[in-house]
């Protein structure tokens, strides 16, 4: 593609574009790294022009970006309102573009299906690039259905499926430490690994988000996509280099080798939904009683899934990925707990567990738990923790993947048989859930989880 000309983001009016896509688009912009592009905002509702660039405005300053790009690019940014899944509307939506357009759906599975459904009847301008956001379909048929779906309209290298979890700068610094440095590959697999805990609790509860997030919950918001993309990044194998065939191709191997730990979704996963709470001193109702939220569908705000790898590497280590809502930390990490040693000598006394690396991805950071003889009895075994703290990246996670797709480098977007996998994955674990064979227990909103987990 000879450059992006329009952005067009479809579903410009909702809450992704204000908090997240614009933010870093500003960043992007600011960050000025070549892009030229008019940007359309394309939504269901009424606004004017003048209504939709002050909205941009402030979305850019949420993001700290008020630079000359970012400021040039929402001074002359249009609006128009249309329905996406009628051909006329995208019709007039593609007259409108100048260059090469990239079609960005903000929009829930439901309407992008629709909407690309629709495209097809009308077609896109040659070099068209599209970006969709997760959650890609709403099951593996689904996924699948839209994959066949969208390349007859572009071709897959030109489909961006955004996770901007790709885009965290601690998820991108796992590929430098684990394949820029000797030591840690050669510890790296179930000879020495003994188990990974991939998690990211939230403090934040629904916060306005029933449409979505009710039909969605905790498994397939974060870990069908976010976290099994991440866990891909640990476990692959080392690519030969970053482009996007080779780092997606490694990261889809390690997906197509995971399961469920044992096969068993019912003993491999958990799940929990928050009763009323609170968190820093703010009232939080319980979740079934938060406005739009449907108490029959039992979504649950927390899941822990179980998985493993097998292949020779990792064959034997469980994976455990887990995620929630309301909760008491912000805990968002990796951790590598590694085997203890196979002997340790006579006479040590005190054995505070094995080594353990921790890469937190909120804050930036990366932790080595250690043991050493440490200060006083030279024979007591003490712990150290080897940190460092880092600067996050130029840009919030978006302002990179939208770089990404701005620039048509599918790099950090998601391959179409990586969401596949990551549907076949949890397949087992929805049905199950589906069924009742799993209790969905309760938590306080601003507790560390279900006692009964503790
Ligand atoms: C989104 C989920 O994809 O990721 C949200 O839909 C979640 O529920 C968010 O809060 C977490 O990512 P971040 O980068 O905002 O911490």
């Given amino acids: 593609v000879d450059g992006i000309g329009t952005l067009v983001i479809l579903g410009a009016g909702g809450d992704l574009a204000k908090r997240l896509l614009l933010p870093g688009l500003g960043q992007l912009l600011d960050a000025d790294r070549g892009h030229d592009f008019r940007l359309i905002g394309v939504g269901f509702d009424e606004m004017t022009d003048d209504e939709w660039r002050a909205r941009v405005a402030d979305s850019f300053a949420a993001g700290e970006a008020t630079g000359p790009r970012a400021r ?40 992008t299906i629709a909407a690309c459904a629709a495209l097809r009847t009308v077609g896109v301008p040659k070099g068209t690039v599209l970006g969709l956001e997760k959650p890609f379909g709403t099951d593996l048929r689904s996924a699948q259905a839209l994959n066949r779906k969208l390349v007859t309209l572009v071709p897959e290298t030109h489909i961006h499926r955004v996770d ?185 006394t005190g054995n505070p567990g094995p080594a353990c690396l921790r890469i937190s991805l909120n ?28 600067a996050a990246g130029e840009m919030a996670p978006y302002g990179e993947v939208l770089h990404g797709v701005l620039s048509d480098d599918p790099t950090l977007s998601v391959r179409a048989d990586a969401v596949e996998e990551c549907w076949r994955i949890v397949a087992p674990v929805l049905a199950a859930w589906r069924k009742n064979d799993v209790p969905l227990d309760s938590y306080r909103a601003g507790s560390t989880g279900p006692t009964a987990w503790r």
């Fill in 164 to 348: 901007h979890f790709l885009g965290k700068s601690t998820v991108l610094n796992l590929l430098g430490l684990r394949f820029a440095n000797r030591i840690f590959e050669q510890v790296w697999s179930s000879e020495h690994v003994e188990r990974v805990d991939i998690r990211f609790d939230e403090t934040l509860a629904l916060e306005g988000r029933a449409g979505y997030y009710d039909k969605a919950g905790a498994l397939v918001d974060m870990i069908q996509s976010h976290l099994l993309l991440v866990m891909a990044i640990v476990a692959m194998e080392p690519p030969s280099s970053l482009d996007a065939e080779d780092l997606r191709g490694a990261m889809t191997q390690v997906l197509r080798a995971t399961r469920v730990w044992d096969g068993d979704a019912v003993t491999a996963s958990r799940r929990a939904r928050y009763g009323a709470g609170s968190i820093d001193g703010h009232k939080i109702p319980a979740y079934d009683k938060e406005p739009g939220v449907d108490p029959e569908l039992a979504t649950e705000t927390l899941a822990e899934v179980t998985v493993g790898i097998e292949n020779w590497r990792w064959a034997g280590v469980p994976f455990h990925l887990r995620s929630g809502k309301a909760l008491s930390d912000k805990r968002q990490e990796v951790v590598i707990t590694f085997k203890d040693v196979p002997h340790r000598p006579y006479g040590f």
């Fill in 363 to 390: 804050p930036d950071s990366i932790e080595l738990d250690l043991n050493i003889n440490g200060e006083g009895n030279p024979f007591t075994i003490d712990r150290v923790r080897l940190d460092v703290n880092f």
């Fill in 72 to 111: 040039a690019v929402a001074g002359e940014t249009r609006y128009l309102r249309a329905d996406v899944t009628k051909p006329d509307d995208l019709r007039r939506i593609l007259a409108s573009v100048t260059g090469v357009p990239a079609l960005y759906f903000a929009l829930p599975p439901k309407v």
